[in-house]
Structures are given as C-alpha cells and as structure tokens.
C-alpha cells in the first residue's frame, strides 16, 4: 500500500476536476509561482491503493524548480471513482485515459512519472502512442519493475483477490492497514477513506495485472523517448536489482534513493524533487512550445 506521512498540501495547489472523452478526472495541481520561470509540465501517476496525495511532499520543490505539476487520480481511485457511466479497468483503457487526459491539457508534451502499479500504466501508455514526442517529453518509472511483481508480493495480491470476491473493503481494510507507528492518526484516517473510496472492480483488475504483467523492457527501450528509473530501497515489491537491470536495458538514468522504501517520494521527498529537476532539465523535450 502506497505510505503516507503528511497532508500537507502547497498554499498555490488547486483540485481540478479535468473532463475528457473518456469520463472526468480528478487532480492536484500546482503551477509555478509569477517569480519562477515556467520550464514545463509534468503528469504524476500514483500506485495500487494510492492517490494524487501520494505526491504531496515534493509538489513544492517541483514547482520551484519551474515545472506546472499535476498528480492524478486514475479510473477507479479516491476522488475520480469510475470516471465514466461505463468503467472498464482493463490496462489498455487506464492507457487511453492517460492519453486522453494529456490530449485534454493541450499544454505540450508531459514528464509522465509512473510510481509503481503507475509505472505499470505509464509505461504501457507510452508503449501504445510509440512515444510520441508530441505527448510525452521524458518518462520515469519509480519503484517499478520489469514485470510482474516479487512471490512474495505475488501471495499478497492473491489474498487480496480472495478477500474482494467475500469482503467489503471496509472489512478487508484491518488487513491492508500498514499500523505504521510514524503515520499521524489523521492521515491514517485518510487513507482508511481513501480505501473505502476505490472501486473494487479497479483493485482487482489492477491485483490481476501487476500478477501477470509481461517484461516490456525491449519494447520501451526501442523508443526514442528520456527515460529515468528511480530506485527506492529497500523495496519488497520489486526486488532493487531488477529494477536497476531494467533501467540498464532501457538505457536510462538510474536514481537510486537508499532508505526510500517503497516510496521516496514520501521517504526521501527532498532527494527524489531534486533528482527528477535535475532529470527533467537536461531533457531537451522540457520546454513548453
């Protein structure tokens, strides 16, 4: 499950509740202050029983650093829920919402950031569009491997499989609750409204996935597009070497973040803000037309 620290959100950031072909999605979005020059926009996509709030604690340092950042809810969590009167939850249709949500902010191509089940989606995006320059500036995957998931996360996603076919999420939530000591009682309460609020049909689909994701690394590596791949260690969902041999393959920068965990973007907000700046500056595509 995604961890979470803080609510805290920047004074500037605004939920924006974005309409498209494929249904209406919700996101956080922060713009550049007046004194900062704006450099570009980045997509930040959250993972299995995550949400836009997993990106609060480096919102700020990217929009210091120049960048419009807008982090999404996907079809089936928190604050978007189905999106459309018809859902579907297959890969390929979470695929076309993202394009369709950066077709819909016509503001030049996007830095698509995938955090894990994210990356899953983000990768199979940019795969699908052939990555097109006129969509996607730079692609990162964080905390993200090249296929399906360690055994060990592999017996977890079954349990939680079996759960959603005889339990509601309210009692599956005692099984899923990190009782992370570090985690205030109000944020923790958030994420148990945060459970409660994702779509089971889009759990399952998503449990389904990332148990028998495919390794597409040769596919994504044959695209002309930047690449990043941050690894937060340790990391029990997929195993920190793969993950590095992954972004060997795909000839991309490797950001290791000892002592992120499985999200550094809440564990090492700092270190992760700065790294993907530094990433996105030296990406020729990181200039808005």
Known sequence: MSHLLTLDKPSHARIRRLGTPRGVFTMLDVEPDGHTRHKGIALLVPGFMGSKEDFLPILSSLSRGGYRVLAVDGRGQHETGPASPDPRYGKGDLTRDLVAVVRQLDAGPVHLLGHSYGGLVARAAVIETAGDRSLWASLTLMNFGPGAVSAEQQERLRLLLAGLDA???????????????????????????????????????????????????????????????????????????????????????????????????????????????????????????
């Open 167 to 289: 339990m509601t999420l309210e009692e599956i939530w005692p099984f899923v609750d990190n009782q992370d000591p570090d985690t205030p009682p109000h944020v923790r309460e958030f994420m148990r409204r945060r459970w409660l609020k994702n779509t089971p049909e889009h759990l399952a689909a998503a449990a389904e996935q990332m148990l028998n994701e495919p390794d597409l690394t040769a596919q994504l590596s044959a695209l002309d597009i930047e690449k990043a791949v941050i690894s937060g260690s340790p990391d029990a969902t997929w195993p920190p070497l793969a993950v590095e041999e992954m972004s060997h393959r795909l000839g991309a920068r490797l950001i290791r973040l000892p002592g992120g965990g499985h999200s550094p973007n809440v564990h090492r907000p700092d270190k992760a803000a700065t790294a993907l700046l530094d990433f996105w500056d030296r990406t020729d595509g990181s200039q808005t037309p």
